[in-house]
């Protein structure tokens, strides 16, 4: 972990939906990072006010940029900000990587399960990222839980990972309304719906979770019931309260 805090280019943006982009940049002097961990954003007023927030990094430690992807908070006081008004050849103010728990390294050669809901698929893309770039061939699965198809992250890299990786299997839940001609209606992820997506308990298996409190809590608590080890769960909580809805 680096507690000093460099200067970063904005030096490209892909928006994401209507709410989210991914903002790339170039950090001097950064010295990589492992995939789930993330940095902390310092913003400074004209009066002096600062605010620090951390968002997950989404791209590998490979790339020759450093990725994040920002998800609008309609009340926050930082992400508005990264969302609409940063542009290309700003500068931003950032610390890290941060993080050794919530990782993946390409040495671990288990079985992986990733469960992301909304916007916590963003460090487990990062580890999906490392995965394929890696010479691991271990299994990774992703179940994926949205609202709506509108509010996917990433939705044409893992569309055609889904199809063309042998490596990764992608699941989805939406909650509230459907792509057009998927075979189920729209329904909250339950206990049930959870262990029909994803791969079975065994040796040998880690679990990522990543997403709202609620959600991540009331995940690793279904997965506990339903026999899974709990040293084999890693989860990751950010902002709010919002869950299985």
């Not at 063309?164 to 792509?179: C, F, G, I």
Request: hydrophobic share 40%; with cysteine; net charge negative.
């Amino acid at each position: 972990m680096s507690s000093v805090w460099h200067v970063a280019e904005v030096v490209g943006e892909v928006r994401e939906n209507a709410t989210a982009r991914t903002i790339r940049l170039r950090v001097d002097g950064l010295m990589g990072h492992l995939a789930g961990q993330h940095i902390d954003i310092r913003l400074t007023a004209d009066d002096g006010y600062t605010a620090i927030r951390s968002y997950s990094v989404a791209s590998t430690s490979e790339d020759e940029h450093l990725e994040i992807t920002v998800d609008e908070l309609p009340d926050g006081e930082v992400s508005p900000y990264l969302v609409r008004d940063l542009t290309v050849g700003d500068r931003l103010e950032i610390r890290g990587p941060v993080g050794g728990w919530f990782v993946w390294r390409p040495s671990n050669a288990n079985r992986v399960q990733l469960i992301g809901g909304g916007s916590g698929v963003v460090p487990l893309m990062s580890m999906i990222r490392a995965h394929q770039a890696s010479n691991n061939s271990a299994p990774f699965r992703l179940l994926y839980s949205l609202k709506s198809p509108d509010a996917s992250l990433y939705r044409g890299e893992l569309h055609r990972l889904d199809q063309e990786s042998a490596k990764l299997m992608v699941d989805y839940v939406y909650t509230r309304s459907t792509p057009e001609g998927w075979p189920a209606t729209p329904a909250r992820l339950t206990s049930e719906s959870l262990l029909g997506k994803i791969f079975p308990m065994e040796e040998n298996l880690d679990v990522f979770v990543c997403g709202q409190t609620v959600f991540v809590e009331t995940v690793a608590d279904w997965l506990v019931m339903a026999g899974y080890s709990p040293e084999s769960i890693k989860t990751e909580r950010f902002g709010g309260t919002g869950g299985i809805r």
